[in-house]
């Protein structure tokens, strides 16, 4: 068996945590929220649903830049990820349906979310952040800390 590459268990490791914060502003007014999420490393990018009217949402509206961080081992040593990026909402029905394919598999929940999403009666709207900086902060299996993965 060959052992993992650092980019495999990093975007392996990003995909088991459940939760990421997500920061957003705007007018000098910074957010966070908890957010469930999917990572697409072909993509480089990371996926979300979220109703409209929530704060980050919003702020997405008028300054559509946000960053993001997660831990994947709070013990100490510490690893950590973080990153940045535009974000957009999703419309492309293959790319919604990728998406929630990926939410299935991770969360087991929203079966029927790509039903009510094609019907217009769904609540949640997808979001893409197109990473254009990411970090590895791993304190356990790298001698440099933070990392630029991307």
Do not use: C
Not at 52 to 60: D, G, I, T, V
Not at 92 to 119: M, P, T, W
Request: aromatic letters at 10%; hydrophobic letters at 40%.
């Amino acid at each position: 068996m060959s052992e993992e590459s650092r980019d495999d268990r990093v975007w392996r490791q990003l995909n088991e945590v459940k939760v990421m914060q997500l920061g957003t502003s705007i007018h000098d007014e910074p957010w966070v929220s908890n957010i469930y999420f999917v990572a697409d490393r072909e993509n480089e990018a990371i996926y979300w649903l979220s109703k409209p009217e929530r704060w980050h949402s919003e702020h997405l509206l008028e300054q559509p830049l946000a960053a993001f961080a997660v831990m994947v081992e709070p013990e100490i040593p510490v690893i950590g990820m973080q990153g940045a990026g535009p974000v957009a909402l999703v419309k492309d029905d293959a790319e919604v349906a990728s998406v929630i394919e990926r939410y299935l598999k991770k969360y087991d929940k929203g079966q029927d979310f790509l039903e009510r999403y094609r019907s217009g009666t769904n609540k949640h709207n997808v979001y893409k952040m197109q990473l254009t900086h990411f970090q590895l902060f791993d304190e356990r299996n790298e001698t440099k800390a933070p990392l630029d993965i991307l």
